[in-house]
């Protein structure tokens, strides 16, 4: 496949949803239009079973260096997914075993596929960190360790915060960059792509692409999914959509964001075009309703995640269940395993323990048959249905 040197779509893939670009944005122009194509990463650590809209991100501009026909390999972690990336973390991440690892990425390609082209010429590669990491005996490791100092190691905000509060720092996390920095020279490649939390980890990368390859490594770090309060997107917050959400959770979990968040949405998560963000924008500092370009946005990355029949779906679910406040005509049923409203509420998932089942109760979002529930201990029946919020429905059961 040739390389398209098309300056329209060049400027498109250095400017939107791009934070920075190292050593600067000139040095990677001048490589997209030179001709030459160029071979580019980005790594996901499988520390979950679900990839999520975060990641997304990053592939959609994956995708872009994909179309203009240079190199792409989505590098799965699975070597340092064991440890953990630190960026962020205000104690130290659980590490996870080698078959917890396997297990979390087994269906990372499947849910990607919606965004990346693994077929054809300019298919993307999917490669395994362990099969360079795993095989490094203690003195390759010394050797690595060689080409970093302590100092620039503790240059990390999180390391400094908790030294400011006295927590723990395990040499373990300190291994983190310098592991990620190798991926970088042991796939000899010309750029990674990124979040914009994982600039230090990058940055590593390319100070020893630079020290032992002599190679100027560009890095790409993408602008992040936040919220009101300046928090990414992810599990820990109870905001994450997740690449393999169903067409109707995703497009809810869309709905349920910040006004504040419809223009960043429509820049990082869909393929709307720039000029028609920029009237959105305009619109909405004009009197529009929100709802309204939500509702589109929702729509929008539902399609570009999972596809446009699954955007329509979504889209009519959210009409006839939200708008109009119809139940859902395919309800999943439960077969609880005891019969009150705290077990019923963990059993199909709609909280994570029962103490947050109490507060949903205490809140008033849980009804039985479309009636308020106030008492924790609330009984549930055979034929009985059970809602959470606006959008979670199960019909009881009896057991088998």
Known sequence: MSVNANPQKINELLTRGVENIYPKKDFLEA??????????????????PTLHIGHGITMMKLRQFQDLGHKVIMLIGDFTGMIGDPTDKTSARQKLTRKEVVKNYKNYKKQAEHILNFKGKNAVEVKYNSKWLGKMNFADILELTSHFTAPQLFERDMFQERLKENKTIYLHEFMYPVMQAYDSVAMDV????????QTFNMLAGRDL??????????????KLLVDATGKKMGKSEGNMVALNDSPEEMYGKVMSWTDGMIIRGFELCTHTPTEEIKKFEKDLAGGANPRDLKMKLAFEITKAFLGEDSAKKGEQHFAKVIQNKDKPEDMPELAPSKNDIITVLVEAGFVKSNSDARRDIAGGGVRINDEKVSDANAPVKSGDIVQKGKRFFV?????G
């Open 31 to 48: 490589k997209l239009k030179s001709g030459k194509p160029l071979t580019l990463y980005t790594g996901y650590d499988p520390t979950a």
């Open 209 to 222: 692409m630079k020290e032992l390859k002599n190679k100027e490594k560009f890095v790409l770090t993408t």
């Open 190 to 197: 010309d750029g990674e792509v990124g979040g914009n939390d």
């Open 395 to 399: 019909k009881i059961s009896a057991k």
